[in-house]
């Protein structure tokens, strides 16, 4: 480990959540990753609220988000009146936070597919992948590490976790160069 990277809550966090996610529970997941979320979105906006950090966090990064999610750069999808990042806050977050587990119309699924309704928001676990990699990316983790050498693999190519913090330069490059679209996250 590099002597000006040291670990806080949220690198341990992080990790958390991905050893929950490699054993498909994806609450421990999201109980370990909100509040990794969260510091790095009030490093963002100090100034905000919870509510509002959160999900302008989630707001940012939805490209990045559901690119990791599902191959496919999704973003300002709304069924009645509620878009994935407001279902992800709502359903997972809020009611993590205050119930202690996922609302009931949040699930993730490991087949990768998506089902949105107005009762039922069922998102393939790469969600949460997505949002973990959001946050390991993010400038405001530039110090952030963790022992454990892990690596994110997007379109077939893999990064060292090591290489990502606060670095999100690679990783949007490389999807710019899939999707033939050096503007995707302008």
């Known amino acids: 480990m590099q002597k000006n990277k040291k670990p806080t809550g949220v690198s341990r966090r992080v990790l958390q959540s991905i050893k929950h996610l490699q054993t498909d529970d994806f609450e421990g997941a999201l109980v370990n990753l909100f509040p990794a979320i969260d510091q790095t ?13 959160i999900k302008a966090f989630l707001e940012d990064e939805e490209k990045l988000i559901s690119t990791i999610a599902t191959g496919n750069c999704l973003s300002n999808i709304i069924c009645d009146g509620i878009s994935i990042t407001d279902a992800l806050y709502k359903f997972g977050r809020t009611s993590i936070a205050h119930e202690g587990e996922l609302d009931p ?18 998102l393939p676990i790469g969600y949460i ?10 400038e405001e983790n530039v110090a952030e590490s963790f022992d454990d050498q892990l690596v994110i693999s997007v379109f077939g ?23 033939r679209n050096s503007e995707l996250f302008d």
Do not use: Y
Request: hydrophobic content about 35%; aromatic content about 8%; proline content about 3%.
């Open 129 to 138: 992948t997505g949002m973990c990699a959001a946050v390991i990316v993010a």
């Open 105 to 122: 119309r949040l699930e993730f699924n490991l087949n990768g597919s998506i089902q949105i309704g107005s009762d039922k928001w069922n």
């Open 157 to 179: 190519k893999q990064f060292p976790v090591e290489s990502l913090w606060g670095n999100s330069q690679q990783i949007k490059t490389h999807i710019c160069n899939e999707f």
């Open 41 to 53: 979105a009030k490093r963002r906006r100090p100034k905000d609220g919870v509510g509002k950090r």
